[in-house]
């Protein structure tokens, strides 16, 4: 089950980028650490790139204490020019 729902303004948002801005890092530094240790899963597929580019579409899972939280990120509203 889908824990959160981000919606995304632009292309793209980088994977560390999108852990903080969600909270589930608390930090741009933890964001990384996270990345780094292998407890990161991006439409079911371990991601070790740390800026790894995330679009809407795609399902990112975090792994913690035997529980796995998901951010599923969607299509944001277009912003005006």
Do not use: C, H, N, Y
């Not at 909270?23 to 991006?42: P, Y």
């Not at 070790?48 to 995330?54: F, N, S, Y």
């Amino acid at each position: 089950m889908t824990d959160l729902d981000f919606p995304l303004r632009g292309d793209f948002i980088p994977l560390d980028s999108l852990l903080k801005a969600t909270g589930f890092a608390t930090s741009g530094a933890q964001a990384k650490a996270l990345v780094a240790e292998g407890g990161i899963q991006v439409d079911g597929q371990e991601e070790l790139r740390k800026t790894a580019k995330i679009r809407a579409g795609q399902v990112v899972a975090l792994k913690e204490g035997g529980r796995t939280r998901r951010i599923r990120v969607i299509a944001g509203e277009a912003q005006p020019d």
